[in-house]
């Protein structure tokens, strides 16, 4: 865009994170995120994927 100077594009981008609220979320969605990616891969077991699983055994 011609006339805006990136100082005034990062000023602007670095006052979206002054607002407290922003900030929470922004935070509370890297803890979730990095929870995500450190649990283990855990397959889950109901009665019916039991059930598909003992099926094929026999």
């Known amino acids: 865009m011609p006339g805006v100077s990136r100082g005034h ?11 407290l609220f922003a900030v929470v979320l922004l935070v509370s969605s890297a803890i979730t995120f990095l929870a995500y990616v450190l649990e283990r891969p855990q397959r889950p077991r109901t009665r019916a994927s039991s059930y598909c699983w003992s099926a094929r055994a026999r």
């Open 9 to 19: 594009v990062q000023r602007r981008l670095v006052a979206q994170f002054t607002d």
